[in-house]
């Protein structure tokens, strides 16, 4: 399984556009990228996923580059509710997948 | 529709105790899995569920931890008997179960938050 690394926290104002940065040099062919959000008492929550380009739905963007090394999710117009800590997993599609691994996650702040 | 719930929310016991931690999946999901965070760490996998079978445990710390899924419905996870380092939250995720895993979204419970005095 690709081990990721995320900036630890990030802070940021109501109505801003966040991007979190996702590193995982080691990704192989049949890894996806999956993004969770976790609120205080509350269980992981599936956000976005892909495997290349851009994939984009109500509440996210997620960019990967070409060499698939890294992706961003991009959250647009950030509201206090988006404070939370966001995971970027990577996982084989046929196998350890489904066995998510969670890193230690970035912890994004909301200002107003 | 539901989603996945998890019973009790808090559990307090005192080390050498027996608890048995509840989860009922979404209805439908044939896949299950137990995760944990202890002591504030990283969430942990425990193990899988596809149906009834457990299909992969190899995250289960030891045989003090039993999973079991009778029926392949709701699943139970004990702990017996409880050490202190058991202390942390136990998350419950279920999943449809498709033929590309990569798809197979998990969606999680609110976890049962375990402490061992």
């Known amino acids: 399984l690709a081990k990721t690394t995320q900036p630890i926290s990030m802070d940021s104002y109501e109505g801003q556009e966040v991007n979190i940065t996702c590193s995982h040099n080691?990704?192989?062919?049949?890894?996806?990228i999956t993004w969770y959000q976790q609120f205080p008492s509350q269980g992981p929550r599936f956000i976005i996923q892909?495997?290349?380009t851009k994939v984009t739905n109500e509440v996210a963007s997620l960019f990967i580059p070409a060499d698939r090394k890294s992706s961003t999710l991009s959250l647009p117009r950030v509201s206090l509710s988006d404070t939370a800590v966001y995971y970027c997993?990577?996982?084989?599609?046929?196998?350890?997948?489904?066995?998510?691994?969670f890193g230690t996650g970035t912890r994004l702040l909301v200002s107003p | 529709e539901a989603g996945v719930t998890q019973f009790p929310s808090h559990s307090v016991i005192e080390k050498g105790q027996t608890v048995t931690l509840r989860c009922d999946p979404i209805s439908g999901h044939d896949n299950l899995y137990w995760y944990r965070r202890v002591m504030g760490k990283e969430i942990k996998f425990l193990l899988h569920f596809v149906k009834e079978s457990k299909q992969d445990e190899s995250g289960m710390p030891n045989n003090r931890f039993l999973a079991e899924r009778t029926g392949g419905t709701y699943s139970t996870l004990k702990v017996q008997p409880a050490e202190l380092e058991d202390s942390g939250v136990y998350f419950c995720a279920s999943s449809q179960g498709r033929t590309l895993a990569a798809t197979d979204t998990q969606y999680f419970g609110p976890g049962t938050r375990l402490t061992v005095l």
């Open positions: 080691n990704i192989a062919t049949n890894d996806y």
């Open positions: 997993l990577v996982g084989d599609t046929n196998t350890g997948f489904q066995k998510l691994v």
């Open positions: 892909g495997y290349k």
